[in-house]
């Protein structure tokens, strides 16, 4: 069974930064791409980013595209979510998410493995 821990939500202010990280551990984790996906309250669950652990550029949701960075530690399993100029849109549940079974990368249904979610709650 694949494990992944989602850390570093909290509260800050519009235009603050935060840094997420996201650990997998597990016999069975696949080195696949790996996404942070995110839920606000009473909306849809949305794509934010992914990355490759074979290497390759990160790409992102258009919504977070120059604010957001997703970079990937090989030696840690851990792949973290860079969040700067944050808006108070970007409120939500933050998961990260894993076994990705190929297709297209932005619809959640397409990855196995999820985190419990943190949570960020950006101020006006």
């Known amino acids: 069974q694949v494990q992944l821990v989602e850390s570093g939500g909290g509260l800050v202010q519009a235009g603050g930064s935060l840094r997420l990280s996201c650990a997998a551990s597990?016999?069975?984790?696949?080195?696949?791409?790996m996404a942070w996906f995110r839920q606000a309250p009473g909306k849809e669950r949305d794509f934010v980013g992914g990355i490759r652990w074979s290497g390759g550029s990160p790409y992102y949701a258009d919504s977070v595209k120059g604010r957001f960075t997703i970079s990937a530690d090989n030696a840690k399993n851990t792949v973290y979510l860079q969040m700067n100029s944050l808006k108070p849109d970007d409120t939500a549940v933050y998961y990260c998410?894993?076994?990705?079974?190929?297709?297209?990368?932005?619809?959640?249904?397409?990855?196995?493995?999820w985190g419990q979610g943190t949570q960020v709650t950006v101020s006006s």
């Open positions: 998410a894993a076994g990705f079974i190929g297709g297209k990368y932005s619809d959640g249904r397409l990855y196995n493995d």
């Open positions: 597990g016999r069975t984790f696949s080195r696949t791409d």
